[in-house]
């Protein structure tokens, strides 16, 4: 069965950090490119990081840029997000993607196949 799923989510104040992962099973991650995407209550799911099967990152949405980092594990078959100096703006559910070379699609939801069911972030004091 594949599937995605994330962890490490959970309630922090602003300007703390909090590292999300996402673990691949039923199939392998090394051929993919992955993604992470957001979901605020009532916004569109918006990509905030890509990273290429070279495990060269992308992608970053300007407002994530200097504070996110996103990296792979193949061996792992796990995906992460590095989320530091958090603001209440960064605020979701967050979501990991698996796309089989997307291409242009890269930074919308219809570039991938396989998603998790997504972990919350909520940072507030």
């Known amino acids: 069965q594949v599937q995605l799923v994330e962890s490490g989510g959970g309630l922090v104040q602003p300007g703390g950090s909090l590292r999300l992962s996402c673990a691949a099973s039923g199939f392998t991650l090394d051929d993919y490119t992955l993604a992470w995407f957001r979901q605020a209550p009532g916004k569109e799911r918006e990509a905030v990081s890509c990273i290429d099967s070279s495990s060269e990152p992308i992608y970053y949405t300007d407002s994530v840029k200097g504070r996110f980092t996103i990296s792979r594990d193949n061996a792992k078959n796990t995906v992460y997000l590095q989320m530091n100096s958090l603001k209440p703006e960064d605020t979701a559910l967050y979501y990991c993607?698996?796309?089989?070379?997307?291409?242009?699609?890269?930074?919308?939801?219809?570039?991938?196949?396989?998603w998790g069911r997504g972990t919350q972030v909520t940072v507030s004091s």
């Open positions: 993607a698996a796309g089989d070379q997307p291409g242009p699609f890269a930074v919308v939801p219809e570039g991938y196949t396989y």
